[in-house]
Every structure is written in structure tokens, then in C-alpha cells.
């Protein structure tokens, strides 16, 4: 069975600075696809980052990027220069093709705060 | 492209009686998901529709919840005889699909239906 694990039920990061957001997945497939989305406060899921495990290249999106180490099954988010509207539930994800499924299997989200 | 809506978006009701939600996905995207979330929980997997064709359903989807996806377009969420257990958020995504295998698509959430029972 396909797992996500955040470790980090909540985090708080200043203005302006770094932060990073912990994701381990566990699975037997080879081929799948990571993805982290934000939830902020009262609105929709939105999509962060997506990753193809079959990529080593890292993903990136303007201040967001994730280290994926594909061996470690870990998959972190990182948020430069973070940003007041970057307050939100963010939640990690996981999924695979093959079969007839293909639904996304979440982590329990890292709430984030950031303070001005 | 106006996104996934979802309506209502808060219903209230009443141990026992039934609710019915409605999804409309973003044009064009043939695989729709719903999800169930409870307060300080991730999203967990409940059924899902390629056109309208039900191809899973999660053990969470008791014989007291239905879903339909007619015409391949919009989808319902019945929930029959309601309980206190069902109070929670039920989310609504969808994702292109046509020739990529499932699971190598990108979801798109709706706003999603906060159901409370009473």
C-alpha cells in the first residue's frame, strides 16, 4: 500500500525568508508522480509543484522547488522569500499509473504560517 | 476555462435525511474524483468516474453514498440517511485525461461542499 507521511503538523517562517516542508512516501512503483498542493484558509486546493519520479531533475516553480531523492523516497518543498499569502495547509501527494484508479493519496498537511 | 465548481458549497442538515452535492468539472476533462476531508486530515479517495463510466469506488463509500456522472459531463454525490460521521468537507476534482494512463494526470480541485450534520 501507497503512504504519505508529514511529519511537520505545523510551521511558521518570518517574512521574506526561507522555509522547507518534509514529505516521505512510501511505495513499490517505480514509475509514480509527487505533487504538493496549498490550501489556504477557507479556499480551493490549489497545485504548488508536480514531480515525475522519472525526472532527476528537480522541480521548480518561481519561488517554490523541491528536493526529490528518489532512493531516500523524500520529497521536500522549499519556499524562498516567503510571502504572507504563502499562509495555508500544504499537503503533500502521491500517484501512480496503472490500474483504474489514479487517485491522488495525501499526506495529513504541514500548516503553515507566515508572520510578518 | 471557469474551473471546478461545486454547489452548494455549505449545507446543514439533519441526521437522517439525504443530501445530494453537484460537481461540474473544467470543459473537456473526462476524469472526475471525489475526495472526503475531515478537519486536520488530508483529502482520502472515494470514487471515480472516466466519462461516465464509475470505474473505483474506496471502501469509505458506504451503500449509503451513490455517485453518478451522466452524459459524462457533471456529477452527483448522494449521501442517503445521513449520520454525524458524515460531517465533512467533500471535494471534487478533475483531470484531462484522454490518452495518458490514470495517475500521470494533473488534478484540478472545486472549492469543495462543507457538509455538517446535525
Known amino acids: 500500500a501507497q503512504t504519505v507521511t508529514q511529519s511537520q503538523p505545523e510551521m511558521s517562517v518570518q517574512e521574506a525568508e526561507t522555509v522547507t516542508l518534509s514529505c516521505t512516501y512510501d511505495t513499490s512503483e517505480s514509475n509514480y508522480y509527487l505533487f504538493w498542493y496549498k490550501q489556504p484558509p477557507s479556499r480551493q486546493m490549489i497545485l504548488v509543484i508536480r514531480q515525475e519520479a522519472y525526472k532527476q531533475q528537480n522541480a521548480t516553480e518561481n519561488r517554490f522547488s523541491v528536493n526529490f531523492q528518489k532512493a531516500a523516497k523524500s520529497f521536500s518543498l522549499k519556499i524562498s522569500d516567503s510571502q504572507l499569502g504563502d499562509t495555508a495547509m500544504y499537503f503533500c501527494a502521491f500517484t501512480y499509473p496503472g490500474g483504474s484508479q489514479g487517485n491522488l493519496i495525501f499526506g495529513k498537511g504541514t500548516k503553515l504560517s507566515v508572520k510578518p | 476555462d471557469t474551473g471546478v465548481s461545486q454547489n452548494p458549497r455549505h449545507k446543514i442538515t439533519k441526521r437522517g435525511q439525504n443530501v445530494t452535492f453537484r460537481c461540474d468539472p473544467i470543459s473537456e476533462h473526462n476524469r472526475l474524483y471525489w475526495y472526503r476531508q475531515t478537519l486536520g486530515q488530508g483529502p482520502e479517495f472515494l470514487t471515480y468516474?472516466?466519462?461516465?463510466?464509475?470505474?473505483?469506488k474506496s471502501r469509505l463509500l458506504s451503500d449509503r453514498f451513490s455517485a453518478e456522472r451522466p452524459k459524462g459531463s457533471f456529477s452527483t454525490l448522494e449521501i442517503q440517511r445521513t449520520e454525524q460521521g458524515d460531517s465533512a468537507m467533500y471535494l471534487c476534482?478533475?483531470?484531462?485525461?484522454?490518452?495518458?494512463?490514470?495517475?500521470?494526470?494533473?488534478?484540478?480541485f472545486g472549492p469543495g461542499t462543507r457538509l455538517t450534520v446535525l
Open positions: 476534482a478533475s483531470s484531462l485525461g484522454g490518452w495518458s494512463e490514470p495517475g500521470t494526470d494533473t488534478q484540478y
Open positions: 468516474f472516466q466519462n461516465e463510466a464509475q470505474l473505483e
